[in-house]
């Protein structure tokens, strides 16, 4: 494997999880390789791990640059103020779903940071994660609006049929306080593919994860956690380091035997080759250690090594600093990784489905419902005209 850039190389050591001793020293000998503290900073900004990387490199006590210290300082400062504050909402929106009786669990957010770093202070988030389900999908977005919410993605507005379009194609809606400033996700399906994630939805086993200070929130089980956050990470290429570090952190404490449950789990639910690949790249990356039996079935798998140097190279690629959006043709490198994650023709069936029909073709051009087959012959024409457009 190619060497890692010295940056990365830090701020991965920053992102182990607990804070040891260990750890520290990991830090201090990686710290001592650096040249370019800006490099530092940018890498931990694109990654979205300035609150982990501040908070280990301050336990280790190294010397920074005052102008990178001071700018970690600030970014980790805002990074907890904003979990705090998105903690309190989500318990109070949670609270508003209860009262109109609309099922709803709080994914990742301030349950998972809870659960894996045991604070809600270093892990970033900058939006509230909620699932509910499909047939209580526009219940949800309309409670949401009551509240002082506004849509902003797919689209600022969305008439009636466009919602409904929304609602049948999509999986996920983003709307945004202009008051607070703050984002919500509001899911009602977690995945495209029927094959992946089997079983796992608001009507899963949950648990109630106790928020310090703040009362408690609705979250999976860590068993369907582990699956889903595998999967999550997986479907956008590992690109970032973010989403690795919380898949580790959450696994930090469990026993040799839990993490052989939790990949068994997976494996039931469809997302095995997601949560192999997470384990591979938390050992190769985060340095943790794996029960051997597993370590050389992960690393005999052809599939899983080709996974594993695609979600490099997406991770690091030729410059760690810069964003996946910036590279030439970044969404698309996730594109192969899709059709590799498992679920046979299923799968690739619900990938191609995804790829041919695109939600925002569909509010651009919204068409009769008895003309929806049309969809993915304009898939191509459509594509170019948002690529080639002026603006």
Same mark, same amino acid.
């Given at each position: 494997?190619?060497?890692?850039?010295?940056?990365? *190389?830090?701020?991965?050591?920053?992102?182990?999880?607990?804070?040891?001793?260990?750890?520290?020293?990991? *830090?201090? +000998?990686?710290?001592?390789?650096?040249?370019?503290?800006?490099?530092?900073?940018?890498?931990?900004?694109?990654?979205?791990?300035?609150?982990?990387?501040?908070?280990?490199?301050?336990?280790?006590?190294?010397?920074?640059?005052?102008?990178?210290?001071?700018?970690?300082?600030?970014?980790?400062?805002?990074?907890?103020?904003?979990?705090?504050?998105? +903690?309190?909402?989500?318990?109070?929106?949670?609270?508003?779903?209860?009262?109109?009786?609309?099922?709803?669990?709080?994914?990742?957010?301030?349950?998972?940071?809870?659960?894996?770093?045991?604070?809600?202070?270093?892990?970033?988030?900058?939006?509230?994660?909620?699932?509910?389900?499909?047939?209580?999908?526009?219940?949800? *977005?309309?409670?949401?609006?009551?509240?002082?919410?506004?849509?902003?993605?797919?689209?600022?507005?969305?008439?009636?049929?466009?919602?409904?379009?929304?609602?049948?194609?999509?999986?996920?809606?983003?709307? =945004?306080?202009?008051?607070?400033?703050? =984002?919500?996700?509001?899911?009602?399906?977690?995945?495209?593919?029927?094959?992946?994630?089997?079983? *796992?939805?608001?009507?899963s086993r949950s648990q109630t994860v106790v928020l310090p200070g703040i009362r408690a929130v609705r979250t999976f089980q860590d068993d369907d956690l582990f699956a889903y956050l595998c999967l999550h990470g997986a479907a956008h290429g590992w690109s970032k380091l973010k989403w690795l570090a919380d898949v580790n952190a959450l696994i930090a404490s469990k026993s040799d035997a839990e993490l052989l449950r939790y990949v068994q789990h997976a494996r039931a639910k469809g997302t095995g080759v997601c949560a192999g690949l997470a384990l591979l790249l938390c050992h190769r990356v985060l340095g943790r250690d794996l029960p051997t039996q597993l370590t050389q079935s992960l690393n005999s798998s052809i599939r899983l090594r080709m996974l594993a140097a695609l979600a490099m190279n997406l991770m690091v690629g030729p410059d760690a600093s810069l964003d996946l959006k910036d590279r030439a043709f970044g969404s698309t490198r996730v594109a192969p990784m899709q059709f590799m994650l498992g679920g046979g023709w299923r799968n690739a069936l619900a990938q191609v489905r995804v790829m041919s029909v695109r939600l925002d073709d569909i509010l651009r051009l919204p068409l009769p419902a008895p003309l929806h087959f049309v969809y993915p012959l304009l898939r191509l024409p459509l594509w170019l005209a948002r690529r080639f457009s002026v603006r």
């Open positions: 494997m190619k060497a890692l850039p010295d940056e990365f *190389v830090l701020v991965a050591a920053c992102c182990r999880w607990p804070a040891s001793l260990e750890r520290d020293a990991g *830090v201090m +000998a990686a710290a001592g390789r650096i040249t370019d503290w800006q490099r530092v900073l940018r890498v931990a900004i694109r990654h979205r791990v300035e609150g982990l990387v501040h908070a280990a490199l301050v336990a280790a006590g190294t010397p920074l640059p005052p102008d990178v210290s001071r700018a970690l300082l600030a970014r980790a400062q805002r990074i907890a103020a904003r979990n705090m504050a998105n +903690a309190v909402e989500s318990v109070r929106l949670q609270a508003l779903f209860d009262k109109a009786r609309i099922p709803l669990l709080v994914i990742k957010g301030a349950g998972l940071a809870q659960l894996g770093y045991g604070t809600l202070v270093p892990k970033q988030s900058k939006d509230i994660d909620l699932l509910s389900a499909p047939e209580h999908a526009d219940a949800a *977005v309309r409670l949401l609006e009551g509240e002082g919410y506004e849509l902003r993605q797919p689209a600022a507005h969305l008439d009636e049929q466009q919602r409904r379009d929304a609602f049948r194609y999509g999986r996920e809606l983003a709307l =945004q306080h202009p008051a607070k400033g703050m =984002q919500v996700e509001l899911r009602w399906r977690l995945v495209a593919s029927p094959s992946l994630l089997k079983g *796992v939805d608001v009507g």
